[in-house]
Every structure is written in structure tokens, then in C-alpha cells.
């Protein structure tokens, strides 16, 4: 398993610097041609370099075995400030977003962006499941020595075959996922000593539930 980390490590790192260079060559060509925007297939093309450069980052992600920094963590700071780092999308795509936490909660042993980063993984797919004026929402409480922080949506919801793989690294049911997000939240939470699992309602919405413990 060691040698397969270090081999997708290895070979992302490969691969982003030719990428790199495609990448930086398209812009080029844009600016300097901006008639090439009609071309019937430059869109496509910019999203299909937008998808690849997505995957290296997530194989990265999901491939690093390094120990990140640990410290006390408020959670309420990085619910309040992904709360905001949202608010433009949530406006601009007609979502419903709330957040309902105590006034006060435990402090927890963390990394502050590692959190973040697995929280907005799942707000993300809980937007993306919704339609128009779809609602999201997100909750923290203490609970005897643990936090649950919970993330619900009223979307399309999903079957239990889809629920079965959902953490399986490249099982994705979107056109263009990775099918790595929900791998590298559960990694992330796993790091933190804690648990995620999820219930979900087709036609009704998905809820994801996050343990971890406070100090």
C-alpha cells in the first residue's frame, strides 16, 4: 500500500508540470486570439484541463501521507467563517443556507483547515444535490465528550448501493467527479479520531454526521 501512495505521489507529480505548461498555453492563445472562444470545442476543452487539473489535486490529497499540524480548534470559528466564505454562492445560485450552534462549545484537537476543507467538501456536494431555492443546512452540539456537527440537505437523495461506496476512492456518480472528495473528508475526519457516516432518502435528502472528540 506504501509503494502504491508513493507511485500515485510520484506520478501526479509527473504529470502537473507538463499540465502546467498546456494550461498556461491556453490562456495564451485566449488572449491573445480572443475569436477562439467561438471554437466549437474550446470550452469543452477548458473544462476537460479544469477536470484533470482537479484529480491530480485530489490524488494528491488523497496520497499524502504527512502529519499535519494539530492544535486547539474552535469550531464555531470555522463554521462561522465558511458560513461566509459561502454567502456569495448561496446568493448567486438561489440556495438556502443555516447554521444553528450553541452559544458556547468545547474546543477540539485539530487543524483548523484540514476541518474546513472536509466540511466544505460536504457542503458542496449537499448544494449540488439540491435544485433551485434548495436548502442546506449545518449544525454543531456537544454531546457527552464528543461534538456532532451535522449536514443536511433536502435534495435528490440516494440509494443504498450509492451510499454503500460512497467513501470508495473514484466511485462517483457526477459527470465530472473524482470520486475522491468524500474519500479525503473521511481521511480527514479518521486524522481527527472521529466518525462520519450519512442517512439519506431518495427524493427526500441526505444528512452527514461528524463525530469528533472535544477536550
Known amino acids: 500500500m506504501e509503494d502504491t501512495i508513493f507511485t500515485v505521489s510520484k506520478i501526479t507529480h509527473e504529470i502537473r508540470n507538463p499540465l502546467t505548461l498546456i494550461n498556461s498555453s491556453l490562456q ?22 479544469a477536470f484533470v487539473s482537479q484529480l491530480l489535486d485530489d490524488l494528491a490529497a488523497y496520497s499524502d501521507k504527512r502529519r499535519f499540524f494539530m492544535c ?36 477540539v484537537f485539530g487543524n483548523p483547515v484540514k476541518l474546513k476543507q472536509a466540511f466544505l467538501n460536504l457542503l458542496k ?51 465530472y467527479g473524482t470520486g475522491l472528495g468524500l474519500a479525503i473528508t473521511q481521511k480527514i475526519i479518521h486524522a481527527h479520531y472521529g466518525e462520519i457516516e450519512v442517512s439519506s432518502t431518495l427524493g427526500r435528502g441526505t444528512t452527514f454526521t461528524i463525530t469528533l472528540p472535544h477536550l
Open 28 to 49: 495564451l492563445i485566449e488572449s491573445m486570439h480572443p475569436e477562439v472562444k467561438e471554437f466549437q470545442f474550446w470550452s469543452q476543452t477548458l473544462e476537460d484541463m
Open 72 to 107: 486547539e480548534v474552535d469550531l464555531k470559528e470555522v463554521i462561522h467563517s465558511l458560513e461566509e466564505s459561502l454567502k456569495p454562492y448561496v446568493v448567486m445560485n438561489k440556495k438556502h443556507f443555516s447554521v444553528h450552534m450553541p452559544a458556547q462549545l468545547p474546543l
Open 125 to 175: 456536494n449537499a448544494f449540488e444535490s439540491t435544485g433551485e431555492e434548495g436548502c442546506v443546512s449545518m449544525s454543531a452540539r456537544k454531546y457527552l465528550d464528543r461534538i456532532i456537527i451535522r449536514i443536511s440537505d433536502d435534495g435528490c437523495g440516494m440509494n443504498q448501493e450509492t451510499i454503500e461506496t460512497l467513501f470508495t476512492p473514484f466511485s462517483s456518480q457526477k459527470p
